[in-house]
């Protein structure tokens, strides 16, 4: 019964700033991972930012300054601090979990950067 909700997408102008979330209901045992993929159109999805055990981050090339990971403190909720706004991150955004058995999907949410 696990259900991951995601939130904070919206139409925000370069160089500007989201914050965007993903709150899972549920119970998810041995959290391995929590990461942020995203998908243009006309291009595969790739993972953006990752979230490891003891606090490892990786992220992709293309937002490595600008965007930041975290996880609330009931662990419930993982967070995609997005700065430093560019055209090209216009994307739908999937917030992901992985646990022992299998991984979760949000059902995504838009992220437009535009003038």
């Known amino acids: 019964q696990v259900q991951l909700e995601e939130s904070g997408g919206g139409l925000v102008q370069p160089g500007g700033s989201l914050r965007l979330s993903c709150a899972a209901s549920g119970s998810i045992s041995s959290i391995n991972a929590m990461a942020w993929y995203r998908q243009a159109p006309g291009k595969q999805r790739e993972l953006v930012a990752g979230l490891f055990s003891g606090g490892r981050t990786n992220y992709a090339d293309s937002v490595k300054g600008r965007f930041t990971i975290s996880r609330s403190n009931t662990k419930n909720t993982v967070y995609l601090q997005m700065d430093s706004l560019k055209p090209e991150d216009t994307a739908v955004y999937y917030c992901?979990?992985?646990?022992?058995?299998?991984?979760?999907w949000g059902q995504g949410t838009q992220v437009t950067v535009s003038s």
């Open positions: 992901n979990i992985a646990s022992r058995f299998r991984s979760y």
